[in-house]
């Protein structure tokens, strides 16, 4: 049974190819990858391409992601994302 907070396939596809921005508006990548929690089905993390080509990709936590217009701000900085994949 869904209701209003079960994601779609379409709000979790919109996720995809999303920026990913620092606290300070730095852009750090964009979101290569969706992983639901099993239990409640809503997503939790993320993967994060980061690098040149984006050919790099870190975990990064989504609940801890704010939606700003066509960016998720992240509450991190770009140097603990890159350096933690």
Do not use: C, H
């Not at 620092?22 to 964009?30: A, L, R, T, Y």
Request: no cysteine; hydrophobic share 35%.
């Amino acid at each position: 049974m869904t209701n209003d907070k079960t994601p779609t396939n379409a709000t979790i596809d919109a996720l995809y190819d999303r920026s990913v921005v620092d606290q300070s508006g730095n852009k750090i990548g964009e979101i290569g990858q969706v992983y639901l929690d099993d239990a409640s089905g809503q997503p939790a993390w993320v993967t994060v391409k980061t690098g040149l080509f984006g050919r790099n990709e870190t975990f990064v936590p989504f609940t801890g992601l704010e939606n700003s217009g066509a960016e998720l701000g992240a509450p991190f900085s770009k140097d603990k994302v890159t350096d933690a994949g």
